[in-house]
């Protein structure tokens, strides 16, 4: 979960530095068995909520499972979550099982055979079917299967990536219904110039910054809506959509070089109305709360869906990329620890009431189909519309890419791609063919 843009980047950072660390006081024995009884332990992610949340339900699994003991304890951040599961892998002091577990860090995981794939390994994949069905998410797990048909990760909270309009400015330069395609966006564009107006389409300092993660934030979302969710590296085949790729490019270049896609630095662009578009995680919601109280829902501004090109103008259910995260069980683990740990987990995601508590302490949105419509989330949207436009999309979101090397392949796309393209360095053709081949050449 993520609070603001420094939030973010620390947070979004700590998966991409992968150095290794002894693991110090938190080394706990992955789990333990004597006689009938048996004892896992768990990581929680380094968020205080979320390590209050997962103690409470070791607490409460264990009252009516005696004999199984889970013990939950929150993983060290330094130098990174990702750098100490590493470093307690390497030296046998893994837990049973984690969270704060990424499609991305779980193929690197996987590819050292240091976690189990969930729906194939003989103990757990009997368990792992009925959990997915028990908590609804038989749609969002399709997207968290790996190209080699395993699934290695349970989801956990999905944050879908989602666009807010200043719905106060656009009604200032005569803009009455918010934007869905590409023309509808270059209409905002005319408007705002033929009224000398000094605010701007879109403002994100951090789309011409090459680090890996911030193509999570701008490129992803974009290219996911306009190739409906086509894919773009699975496994370790580049599968990217070409003409939904370049049309991706040619819109930012567009806005770009008629001076309305702004990359200088400004601080909170969108919050302070200089920026009328802003791609949007619900971990901002909080941080407005304190910083920005004047920010009303429907009011002064509203979340709506990515825009797509015009030949998608009709388009329902439209994807867009997921900050997701979900608990991955270690190979490490016996016989028994596998079965506590699928039993431990089918306990917490078997009953609605839990994702309601895992909502309301955290503000992480349960990767469950039917995270808008069912009723045990009513009370909580109630308090918080803007968080359920977030809900409908769970089932459209696409989480990173199954590649143990996506940090570098990241940082092609955007070194080869996506900022030449914004930038009108190249044409959205041949930025989109020179970062083909760069990643088609890594791969």
Not at 101 to 127: E, H
Not at 267 to 294: C, H, Q, R, V
Not at 397 to 405: F, T
Not at 411 to 435: C, F, H, R, S, Y
């Amino acid at each position: 979960m993520k609070f603001s843009k420094l939030s973010k980047i620390v947070g979004i950072a700590a998966i991409l530095s992968m150095a290794l660390v002894p693991l110090a006081a938190c080394g706990n024995k992955s789990a333990s068995s004597s006689g009938s009884s048996t004892t896992i332990t768990f990581w929680s992610a380094p968020n205080p909520p979320q390590v209050k949340y997962w103690k409470q339900m070791a607490t409460d699994f264990h009252k009516k499972n005696p004999n199984i003991t889970v013990k939950v304890s929150q993983m060290k951040e330094s130098p990174t979550s990702e750098a100490t599961i590493q470093s307690a892998i390497a030296s046998g002091t893994a837990p049973t099982l984690s969270e704060n577990i990424t499609r991305s860090f779980a193929a690197q995981l996987a590819k050292s055979k240091a976690i189990v794939p969930l729906n194939t390994d003989s103990t757990t994949k009997s368990d792992m079917a009925k959990l997915v069905t028990s908590r609804n998410m038989t749609n969002t797990i399709n997207s968290w299967k790996f190209s080699n048909g395993k699934q290695y990760v349970i989801p956990l909270y999905s944050n879908p990536m989602l666009v807010g309009w200043r719905l106060d400015e656009l009604k200032k330069i005569g803009i009455t219904t918010v934007p869905k395609t590409y023309s509808d966006v270059e209409k905002v564009e005319e408007a705002l110039k033929s009224s000398n107006s000094k605010k701007v389409v879109y403002a994100n300092p951090y789309s011409v910054d090459p680090t890996a993660y911030q193509r999570w934030f701008d490129f992803f979302p974009f290219y996911d809506a306009a190739s409906n969710g086509a894919g773009f590296i699975n496994g370790n085949k580049f599968v990217g959509d070409k003409k939904a790729g370049v049309e991706t490019f040619q819109f930012v270049q567009n806005l770009y070089k008629n001076k309305q896609f702004v990359t200088k630095k400004t601080t909170d662009p969108f919050e302070t109305g200089l920026s009328l578009m802003n791609i949007i995680g619900p971990w901002t919601f909080p941080n407005w709360a304190e910083k920005y109280p004047n920010l009303k829902y429907n009011d002064n501004y509203t979340i709506t869906n990515v825009p797509v090109p015009d030949r998608m103008a009709n388009a329902t259910n439209v994807k867009t990329y997921a900050d997701a995260k979900g608990v991955v069980l270690y190979a490490k683990a016996t016989a028994p620890q596998k079965k506590a740990a699928i039993k431990f987990m089918k306990f917490v995601m078997g009953d609605v009431n839990n994702d309601v508590t895992l909502l309301n302490k955290t503000s992480l949105l349960p990767a469950r189909d039917d995270a808008a419509t069912n009723k045990a989330f009513n009370a909580y949207f109630a308090k918080n519309p803007e968080m359920k436009e977030y809900a409908k999309n769970v089932p459209n979101a696409i989480p990173a890419m199954d590649n143990a090397n996506y940090n570098t392949l990241q940082e092609k796309l955007g070194n080869e791609g996506w900022i030449p393209a914004v930038k009108g360095q190249k044409t959205p053709e041949v930025a989109w063919n020179d970062m083909s081949k760069a990643i088609k050449g890594e791969l």
